[in-house]
């Protein structure tokens, strides 16, 4: 099945997208939308493969997610692992929360263990509140278990017991400790 990662098109009316250089441009527009990414927008990615689809040389690759995005991501360069942190924001809109929320702990389940994760929930959070917050479906599938959180997410999200019964939650096994 075809995904489909939206791109807003006020992005070319952006004043920090429209100070890029042509190639900071299209690979900005590829941690969108290449077939790696993820419903978190943490995913595994080399500089090889950014190359290999955008025809942006490695250096330059480097450069940019180093240097140029340096606040829009963030790179695990020791695992691959990239993590765009505005990712889940702009790709949650119009979604079943129940399945966002479920592609957010399967990632996290999936996805080696990375420095990456340490700022995720904190900076996510709201959103993932937000989501809890608008949806019996998922309130009812986090209490009842079907859907289990990470242990990280639950201790850095103080006002989740307004939603769910923090005793009765069970915690996502954390698979890949590595």
């Not at 949650?92 to 929320?101: A, E």
Request: contains cysteine; positive net charge; proline residues 3%.
């Amino acid at each position: 099945m075809a995904k489909k990662r939206p791109i807003l098109i006020q992005i070319w009316n952006d004043p920090h997208f429209q100070e890029y250089n042509i190639s900071e441009k299209l690979v900005f527009v590829f941690l969108f939308t290449n077939d790696k990414a993820t419903q978190s927008g943490v995913y595994q990615l080399t500089y090889k493969d950014v190359f290999d689809k955008t025809g942006v040389s490695k250096n330059d690759v480097k450069e940019i997610i180093t240097k140029s995005f340096q606040e829009k991501v963030a790179y695990d360069s020791k695992n691959s692992i990239i993590w765009v942190k505005n990712y889940l924001r702009h790709n949650s809109v119009n979604k079943n929360p129940c399945n966002v929320i479920s592609g957010v702990v399967n990632d996290y389940k999936t996805t080696k263990r990375s420095t990456v994760w340490d700022g995720y929930w904190d900076h996510n959070g709201y959103l993932i509140e937000e989501l809890v917050k608008k949806s019996k479906s998922l309130q009812n599938k986090l209490a009842e278990g079907k859907i289990l959180l990470p242990e990280p997410l639950i201790k850095t999200w103080p006002t989740l017991d307004q939603y769910i019964n923090k005793t009765s939650l069970r915690v996502a096994q954390d698979i890949n400790k590595a």
